[in-house]
């Protein structure tokens, strides 16, 4: 019998959330499961690490499907960096990150400590996932995703990916019409800060907004989302914007 | 004479950082500068942004040649969202954020504050550059990099960039040879997590690690600042792997 790949589970929403119950219950049917995943909530951390304050780490047992599970007062960097050198010592066969409750797809990649997470392991050459389903709700429905995350791992288990790309996968909030393969849509944010008064007579303001998609094409994440299907943005962690070299080398910096 | 044009300022070490105080006293003779900078500092926040907390601002006056000046609770990303949103009500003509205090060069682009402030102007339509240079201290030398800024933030301000590209600038800790235009370098870090006991006896870790740099190309950020040059990455925040996408459309995920 083949050897059942070592997974190494984390999100963004906490070692409470549904969501990662949902995602230990599915890996746990394709290999062994280790869960490093925060304490508390970190939504929106994007890749953020810990690096002036120190971090608490216990091992909990809320998920009895998990070969062994700890908590960490960190990011989800912080777990993908402390379960690979820390706790296994070597590299898992895949690292999933998930599933977040709420949407990371097209600009909000760039916020999301999810995909944040799933970065940190592919940086470390481990082939990894980010899942999220487009609702915010913590009592959120997956059962409409479980044949697409268990098929989409097994691709990813199967035939690997190459050590500077990793995989944001989003879902509809409900039916699931396949899988599409798409670019990240050009989106943006138009923020609107809400003003508060605390109790103390100190004003305060929430950051919330109106997310804006104009990009019109058909091949973006956003597009398939729409239209009922789960999108699947292959991301790389090199940032530089290659094409642009030769022109950025003509400008003249002694001037 | 011509309008004098307006300059975002932000950093991630904090509204009393040396950096930022350089940039200001450098873009000061530029434009006009307004600050919105993080009240403590928040390095390594990448580009996370303040969604479940709230949000205290307040004017400041720590910099008498700056027009306007406020102090965020939340991260450089915050202060951006903020400080065009609610201060500013229109877009600056361009927005630097720096001089952060430590590399970000290569994959430490990913975890900088600094540059998640820079990507998310990016995001919002206005040119923007993160600086750093590549001495932790607090009193790290600034003034080898004066002639430098000057002539980066003309370029941008003259040129325009790209809407999907910001610039990513690392100087040398001393002598600056020159400017070179480079890609990221492809680097990790080999973490080693330094385990101490509390007072009250509980054990805490410290994230600290070795920085690897194998990419042996003369073509990297790390590389030209080895050579005492400044490096000049422009960045994407488009993660797309475009190159990948035909490579994942083949594969079958109804398995």
């Known amino acids: 019998m083949a050897k059942r790949p070592l997974i190494l589970v984390t999100n963004d929403d906490g070692i409470k959330a ?12 394709i290999g062994d499961v ?3 995943a925060p304490d ?3 939504s929106a951390t994007s890749q953020a690490i810990t690096i002036n304050s120190p971090l608490y780490v216990s091992r909990c047992y809320n998920h009895s499907n998990a070969k062994l599970e700890y908590q960490l007062s960190g990011t989800p960097a912080d777990c993908i960096k402390f379960g690979i050198n820390e706790i296994l010592k070597k590299k898992p066969d895949i690292c999933v990150s998930g599933i977040n409750h709420g949407s990371n797809s097209s600009v909000n990649v760039l916020y999301s400590g999810t995909v944040g997470a799933a970065i940190e392991a592919g940086i470390k050459g481990v082939p990894s996932i980010g899942f999220s389903v487009l609702d915010y709700r913590w009592n959120a429905k997956f059962d409409h ?3 697409f995350i268990i ?7 199967k035939n690997k990916l190459p050590s500077d790309i990793v995989l944001n996968v989003n879902f509809p909030k409900s039916k699931v019409n396949g899988v599409k393969v798409c670019r990240q849509a050009n989106t943006h944010w138009e923020e609107k800060f809400c003003k508060r008064e605390n109790p103390m007579g100190k004003e305060y303001y929430w950051l919330t907004g109106d997310f804006i998609d104009n990009d019109k094409s058909n091949e973006t994440d956003e597009y398939a989302l729409k239209k009922g299907y789960a999108s699947i943005v292959p991301i790389k962690f090199d940032l530089t914007a290659k094409d642009y070299i030769k022109e950025l080398k003509k400008w003249d910096f002694n001037g």
């Open 40 to 42: 508390s909530p970190k």
């Open 145 to 147: 995703m479980e044949k």
């Open 34 to 36: 280790i869960i490093v």
């Open 151 to 157: 098929s989409i791992t097994r691709n990813v288990i």
């Open 18 to 29: 549904p969501g990662l119950k949902y995602l230990v219950n599915i890996m746990s049917m």
